[in-house]
């Protein structure tokens, strides 16, 4: 058995490993190579990798629920553009989806998106675009009843153009918020990743207008230099 060098730190967060370098390689690009540099020395990418979630994206719901509180025994979550699955995953246990805890509630979890994904213990998914005009009762019904959560980390296809993307994922977010209006429970959370830019504000007066409380946070996980934050918004009013 490998024995761990003394005074290394081993639990993802602090560590001082030397960086991989990668070297730049015929008919690849210089931010391909950068890209795959960055997500090597990534710690995020390498808990996923150790821990068993499909990505990096996990911690930054695991974060967000530290903080908040949202995934609890008994909630029935819908997790928008699920794939791969690393938010579903996070859920699982939370929600008790597996009716592991004894003496808690049983939650449910229910994962759409437009591409099909691997099976996930606990949850159910479908692929379903959730903007068709009757995706809204059919997660009620697969639900068998409204929703406590719904959550999404979906991100519309890069267009190489800053503001252009901009624009594409608040509509994107838009889109969820109005679904998570016709699928939510009176009380019930919204979570959803948004790009900072300057055209989100009109999704915030939308949220206060229907939510009780609406926070934004960038999550330790969410890198540094990228410019997407996460909207938190709690107690939903119901009908207006």
């Not at 058995?1 to 993802?12: D, I, L, V």
């Not at 890209?35 to 990798?49: G, H, S, T």
């Not at 592991?100 to 994962?111: D, F, H, P």
């Not at 153009?161 to 699928?183: M, N, P």
Request: a positive charge; proline letters at 4%; aromatic letters at 6%.
């Amino acid at each position: 058995m490998a024995k761990t060098p003394r005074g290394k730190n081993t639990s993802g967060r602090g560590q001082r490993d030397l960086k991989v370098k990668v070297k730049s390689a015929r008919g690849r690009k210089l931010s391909s190579t950068r890209w795959l540099q960055r997500q090597l020395n990534d710690p995020y990418v390498r808990r996923a990798k150790a821990e068993g979630y499909r990505g990096r994206a996990a911690f930054k719901i695991m974060e967000l629920d530290d903080k908040y509180r949202f995934l609890v025994p008994g909630a029935r979550v819908v997790d928008l553009g699920a794939a791969p699955g690393g938010w579903c995953q996070v859920a699982v246990p939370r929600v008790n989806a597996l009716g592991e805890k004894s003496g808690k509630a049983v939650g449910r979890i229910l994962g759409v998106d437009l591409q099909p994904m691997e099976p996930i213990a606990g949850c159910e998914l479908h692929q379903l675009d959730f903007m068709a005009d009757d995706a809204d009762l059919r997660v009620k019904e697969w639900l068998g009843g409204p929703a406590d959560v719904v959550m999404s980390d979906m991100a519309a296809s890069s267009s190489g153009h800053k503001q252009t993307d901009h624009l594409r994922i608040i509509a994107l977010c838009e889109a969820a918020a109005y679904f998570a209006f016709d699928v939510l429970e009176e009380g019930g959370t919204f979570v959803a990743k948004v790009l900072a830019g300057g055209a989100e504000g009109g999704l915030q007066a939308l949220l206060k207008q229907r939510f009780s409380k609406v926070a934004n946070i960038k999550p330790p996980a969410s890198r540094a230099d990228s410019s997407e934050k996460f909207v938190v918004a709690t107690g939903f009013r119901g009908e207006i």
